[in-house]
């Protein structure tokens, strides 16, 4: 299984990005998928997740209303729209893919990284002021 994200940077402080996570190797409509980050010096933070065909999300109460998570199943890539970016929102961003058997609640216990198997190398996005 391999998971590739691509699409951070830098950027101004109100400006916007999409991160985006390719998988192979894995049935990607059998897994619920979620972004996490880490800044430096502190632990790694779900941000969002999503379920087998995108119906159901969660996010973060530190990003909601200004990230969007979606994934296009026939691509095998999940993507993360971040807008009115802060400067607290950098950090390593990392996709990770989890199998799920059962319903996908979007709460923050669907967005837990213990229970994520596969993992990307991260991107980096980096929010000046």
């Known amino acids: 299984v391999q998971l590739v994200e691509a699409g951070g940077g830098l950027v101004q402080a109100g400006g916007s990005l999409r991160v985006s996570c390719t998988a192979s190797?894995?049935?990607?409509?059998?897994?619920?998928m979620g972004w996490f980050r880490q800044a430096p010096g502190k632990e790694r933070e779900g941000v969002s997740s999503i379920s087998w065909r995108g119906g159901s999300r969660y996010y973060a109460d530190y990003v909601k209303g200004r990230f969007t998570i979606s994934r296009d199943n026939a691509k095998n890539t999940v993507y993360l729209q971040m807008n009115s970016l802060k400067p607290e929102d950098t950090a390593m961003y990392y996709c990770a893919a989890r199998r799920l058997s059962f319903k996908f609640i979007p709460s923050a216990d669907y967005c837990r990284g213990d229970d994520f198997g596969f993992w990307g190398q991260g991107t980096q996005v980096t929010v000046s002021s």
């Open positions: 190797g894995l049935t990607f409509d059998e897994y619920v």
